[in-house]
């Protein structure tokens, strides 16, 4: 059985940080690329970062310079630090793991940005 537990959502002050983790079992995470999706009411769910098995990564032109991804093969986790958060930023945000045609998805976490 695939599960992806996302965790560390929350309130945050803007220009404060957060740090997503995504736990990862019932497959070969290494071989996956992972990515951190997000989603706000009556948007398409968008790509916000992602991490191929080699480690090249890729961002969303709105989170550069602020989101950083990284990945740990032997904890099976994928992280997203936020920082420099922006009330823009405020979504449910979904962990991702895919390969050859396999996709799961990760039941998401809220990221509220707020003063």
């Known amino acids: 059985q695939v599960q992806l537990v996302e965790s560390g959502g929350g309130l945050v002050q803007p220009g404060g940080s957060l740090r997503l983790s995504c736990v990862v079992s019932?497959?070969?995470?290494?071989?996956?690329?992972m990515g951190w999706y997000r989603q706000t009411p009556g948007k398409q769910r968008e790509l916000v970062a992602a991490?191929?098995?080699?480690?090249?990564?890729n961002y969303a032109d709105s989170v550069k310079g602020r989101f950083t991804i990284s990945r740990d093969n032997v904890k099976n986790t994928v992280y997203l630090q936020m920082n420099n958060l922006k009330p823009e930023d405020t979504a449910v945000y979904y962990c991702?793991?895919?390969?050859?045609?396999?996709?799961?998805w990760g039941q998401g976490t809220q990221v509220t940005v707020s003063s």
């Open positions: 991490i191929t098995s080699g480690g090249s990564t």
């Open positions: 991702n793991a895919r390969w050859s045609g396999s996709g799961y």
């Open positions: 019932g497959i070969s995470f290494a071989a996956y690329t």
